[in-house]
């Protein structure tokens, strides 16, 4: 089984050889990563249309309902990260399942907002369990990063795995299959094989 980890926030210095000594077969280090955060549509629109040709891939950093909502309505982006993230819901609905389902938009479980919660970590497995239900119910990709920012916030791959499988879900699905299958995508549709990796937050 190939693994692989497609959220990591920073891509230079030790974090990609640390991420691969741990189990890591790819990450978004080979990849132009951008992450887009907005306050509303009109603006997510516009940041969507002036970096999807030359990302390889493209992440919503979600949080807002409608912004959620429009997220997965739209097959120029690759992945929803953290639909639940400072909500007191799950941040994903039957609608916006189907829709991602719909555009192949996959929704992102962000390990990191496990170690940010504290006391909130219950509620935040809370909500995977309830995004998890739904990605299956409606057959919406998903796939769980550990989002790190420093090589003491890597997990390995295993590890991610056995968490998403104790909820009662594929954790090869997420940690292999899924990602998988967007590196695939990412590469057969790069237009300009001089793209430099990194990673960029628009």
């Not at 497609?6 to 030790?14: I, V």
């Not at 639909?83 to 941040?91: A, H, L, V």
């Not at 907002?113 to 970590?121: A, N, T, V, Y």
Request: glycine share 8%; aromatic share 4%; with cysteine.
């Amino acid at each position: 089984m190939q693994f692989h980890e497609l959220c990591l926030r920073n891509t230079s210095g030790s974090v990609c050889p640390k991420a691969k000594e741990i189990g890591w077969n790819t990450t978004n280090c080979s990849l132009n990563t951008v992450f887009l955060e907005a306050d509303d549509w009109g603006e997510l629109k516009r940041k969507i249309g002036e970096n999807r040709e030359e990302a390889d891939m493209l992440i919503f950093e979600g949080g807002d309902e409608e912004l959620n909502r429009k997220a997965c309505e739209t097959s120029k982006l690759d992945i929803l990260l953290h639909p639940e993230k400072d909500r007191k819901d799950s941040g994903l609905n039957h609608v916006m399942a189907e829709a991602a389902a719909d555009n192949n938009v996959a929704i992102g479980l962000d390990f990191t907002q496990l170690e940010e919660s504290g006391k909130g970590r219950m509620h935040v497995l809370a909500h995977w369990r309830k995004n998890l239900k739904l990605c299956e119910k409606y057959n919406a990709p998903y796939l769980i990063t550990t989002g790190a920012k420093e090589r003491h916030q890597l997990r390995g791959p295993r590890e991610l795995k056995a968490l998403i499988d104790s909820l009662g879900h594929s954790g090869r699905k997420a940690v292999s299959e899924v990602p998988g299958q967007i590196i695939d995508r990412a590469e057969r549709s790069k237009i300009d094989e001089n793209v430099r990796p990194g990673v960029e937050k628009k």
